[in-house]
């Protein structure tokens, strides 16, 4: 049974995280209500309630983690989102980075290759009111049938950017993906040009889980 409580304690521990956040400097006042919206908690092991509002990535099921909360709003706030825009997020892992990017308006489609964690969050994110279309695949293709779209989130960190996810950007779109080795990547924001022309800036150093081809076994 999916556990469904969100006191005024963590209210509360949520709206104590929104200011540190905003003290690193995320400005996005969208973003900033998204996260003390979105009950992180819910998305955690029950035990490991008293971690859920520290700003720090958290492990969870089969070898992933929950991103930190400062990671989710600095690569939501630079997708620059608005309502309705069509996302690809790659890496469902516990469906929270969905769940915020649902919390702002946009519609999501979000690919996990791990069938565990795509059970966990196709069953847990409707629950909460947030309506994602899930996908279990290989994130590295994106999903061409429904491209092309607005932005793109990958939540794994690549060695580099896969084409088929470049391929799936429309024109004047946003693609957010941390590039590196395995102990740190820098985060790119890549915006397609035209059909053949792509800019790409860098924002700083992440550590991230690796991007995988394929299903996970």
């Known amino acids: 049974m999916v556990q469904k409580d969100d006191t005024f304690r963590h209210q509360g521990m949520r709206r104590k995280l929104v200011e540190e956040i ?3 400097g995320i400005t996005d006042v969208a973003v900033l209500e998204a ?5 992180r908690h819910l998305f955690m092991d029950n035990s490991f309630i008293q971690y859920a509002y520290i700003d720090k990535a958290f492990p969870i099921a089969v070898g992933q983690t929950i991103s930190q909360p400062y990671t989710v709003a600095f690569q939501t706030e630079s997708l ?3 309502k309705f825009d069509k996302v690809l997020e790659v890496g469902t892992g516990s469906g929270y980075q969905a769940a915020v990017l649902c919390k702002m308006g946009a519609t999501v489609y979000t690919i996990e290759r791990h069938k565990a964690l795509y059970d966990f969050a196709r069953i847990l994110l409707p629950t909460l009111g947030y309506r994602p279309q ?3 695949g290989d994130g590295y293709l994106g999903l061409p049938t429904y491209g092309p779209f607005d932005k793109i ?9 896969p084409e088929p996810l470049k391929q ?3 024109i004047g779109g946003i693609l957010v993906i941390p590039i590196g080795k395995s102990n740190l990547q ?3 924001i890549v915006t397609r040009i035209s059909e053949t022309v792509y800019a790409e800036e860098d924002k700083g150093g992440f550590v ?3 991007l995988l081809n394929g299903l996970a076994e």
């Open 22 to 24: 905003k003290q690193k």
């Open 35 to 39: 996260i003390g919206s979105v009950p």
């Open 80 to 82: 620059k989102l608005k």
């Open 134 to 136: 899930f996908f279990y």
């Open 153 to 161: 989130i990958v939540t794994a960190g690549a060695s580099t950017v």
């Open 168 to 170: 799936q950007l429309k």
């Open 186 to 188: 820098t985060m790119k």
């Open 208 to 210: 991230f889980v690796p």
